[in-house]
């Protein structure tokens, strides 16, 4: 038996293999944890559909039991244009981290073996290897990537739509019907929002303690997690600044304001504080950074504020299980995307000291409520 260790590769024979999987712990596979398989190109762009246990493709067949996933690859098979196989362990629905699955195990062709220690592993989802092509010959990489909001955020950064929710929620037509978040406004008719907040509704409205709008998805980037909405009508919203110069600073403090827990919380505009925590996000992601202001459901789109009330981020998420480990985009990919869109924003320096009182005070009539409806 041949052991690998994450980032070792090997050379298959052939192009046909047997994958087992198992782990050790009391969650069975099937139940509150799956495999899924997605077949992409040597640059991770998705080709086909993914293959879940309840959604096989002709390029393989499930078999097994609870205790031990069997999965018979025929990698000659794929659709064109493939050249990887991510194999992704992940919880359905995200709901929980996949430490609690213990040891994973991996097997090819009964000589080949992986084991990966999942107890560091706080996120919803890993790609526990890829199935690579090199010329004509296939090899395996044993890798251990994880996807802190699980299988389906995973597959809108690589550009492929996947509901993640355990097959029988499926079939019970488990889809919100509606979502809520925050945004801000851009310009005196355009709302920047996060993509997710917005995904698979129909249905748009902006509300605040000024009033309620009808809005529309003007432009939607999914793999950056990035929509602007188009407001109806003559709203002559307050557009916030950006700030011009450098970028945030480790160690700089930061206020998020949001509409957290709609109907909830309550309707009205909440303020958090932290500090940047770091200049990456996970994985070294450099389109966001790290801040410890605490956020909860429906703050994603927040702004995030430095002390002169300049827009220095947008929120998107949260790490699960960790403590006040919150992400946010940097300007520099929203400016870049806002230019993309024809919008042109305001800029301002960052000169003088205020108060988180102050800022909300300042900034408050340009946060509204995003309510979305399928």
Request: charged share 20%; aromatic share 6%; hydrophobic share 45%.
């Amino acid at each position: 038996m041949t052991l690998l260790t994450a980032g070792a590769n090997i050379a298959l024979e052939g192009s046909d293999c047997v994958l087992h999987l198992c782990c050790d712990s009391r969650v069975q596979f099937g139940e509150h944890a799956a495999m899924a398989l997605l077949a992409v190109d040597d640059k991770r762009k998705p080709i086909g559909e993914a293959a879940l246990f309840h959604a096989a493709q002709p390029w393989m067949q499930w078999d097994g039991n609870s205790e031990r996933i069997e999965c018979r690859l025929r990698l000659a098979g794929l659709p064109e244009g493939s050249r990887r196989v991510l194999v992704v362990l992940y919880r359905f629905s995200a709901k929980g981290p996949v430490r609690d699955l213990g040891f994973a195990h991996l097997q090819l062709n009964e000589s080949i073996e992986y084991r990966l220690n999942l107890a560091d592993h706080g996120e919803a989802a890993i790609i526990v290897g890829e199935f690579y092509c090199r010329g004509s010959d296939w090899k395996f990489r044993a890798l251990a990537e994880s996807s802190a909001y699980g299988l389906a955020a995973l597959g809108r950064r690589l550009g492929i739509a996947i509901d993640d929710a355990h097959p029988d929620e499926q079939r019970a037509d488990s889809a919100p019907s509606a979502s809520s978040g925050t945004g801000f406004a851009v310009t005196q008719n355009h709302i920047l929002t996060c993509a997710h907040v917005i995904e698979g509704m129909r249905e748009f409205q902006i509300a605040s303690f000024a009033g309620r709008h009808s809005a529309e998805p003007l432009l939607v980037d999914e793999r950056n997690d990035l929509a602007l909405l188009r407001v109806s009508g003559d709203p002559g919203l307050r557009p916030l600044a950006f700030r011009t110069g450098a970028g945030c600073t480790l160690g700089e403090p930061v206020v998020a304001l949001g509409f957290p827990m709609a109907g909830f919380a309550g309707g009205g505009l909440h303020v958090t504080q932290g500090g940047v925590s770091a200049l990456l996000g996970l994985h070294n992601d450099a389109s966001r950074l790290q801040f410890t202001a605490p956020i909860q459901p429906g703050s994603s789109g927040s702004p995030l504020f430095d002390s002169s009330a300049a827009v220095v981020g947008m929120v998107t998420s949260s790490l699960p299980d960790a403590q006040n480990m919150n992400f946010a985009l940097k300007p520099a990919l929203i400016l870049a995307f806002l230019q993309a869109c024809s919008v042109s924003v305001q800029s301002a320096e960052s000169s003088q000291a205020l108060s988180a009182a102050q800022i909300s005070q300042q900034v408050q009539s340009s946060l509204w409520r995003i309510e979305a409806r399928a």
